[in-house]
């Protein structure tokens, strides 16, 4: 019988482990860095990225989004180039990387590497404006042609 709280006390410790393991798993992820992008026009890059100011507390002003648009200018056709910002996301210092893409000439893809909570909000708020710009586009009315039908 002498045994028995060994066994339990071994028992007890593995599950604490098991535990502790978890927690530190899971506090990790917080860390990995979530991708979110957006494809748009580059005429709509300014107000895609005024657009996310609000859930950024600090680190996505005119002075980083300027450097987005410089860096967007400056590249060719399917170039890339990474900017990495540090920012304050509801009360925590992190980084936000941002990878511009050019794929088209007229057309700017965005990238952004952020935590987890960071990149729900981001894709969310380019949700809210795909959402925007599908019920913007102008429909044909009853006066223009409609597009020619296959035969």
């Known amino acids: 019988m002498r045994n ?3 066994r339990e006390r071994i028992s007890s410790h593995r599950v604490m ?3 502790a393991l978890l927690i530190a798993v899971c506090s990790l992820a917080q860390d990995v860095p979530v991708d979110t992008s957006i494809k748009v026009e580059s005429a709509r890059l300014r107000p895609v990225l005024t657009a996310l100011q609000p859930i950024i507390e600090n680190g996505l002003g005119e002075r980083q989004i300027n450097q987005i648009e410089q860096a967007y200018a400056t ?3 399917n170039d890339t ?4 910002f540090p920012i304050i996301h509801k ?7 941002i990878i511009v893409r050019k794929p088209e000439a007229d057309i700017i893809e965005l990238r952004f590497l ?3 909570p960071l990149s729900e909000e981001i ?3 380019i949700e809210t404006i795909n959402q925007h ?3 913007t586009r102008k429909l044909p009315t009853t006066n223009e042609p409609l597009p020619p039908t296959k035969k």
């Open 4 to 6: 028995a709280p060994q």
């Open 17 to 19: 482990r098991v535990f």
């Open 75 to 77: 590249l060719a056709v």
């Open 81 to 84: 180039v990474p900017l990495t």
């Open 91 to 97: 009360g925590i210092k992190s980084d936000l990387r």
């Open 114 to 116: 952020a935590t987890p």
């Open 123 to 125: 894709a969310s708020a």
């Open 133 to 135: 710009e599908k019920e």
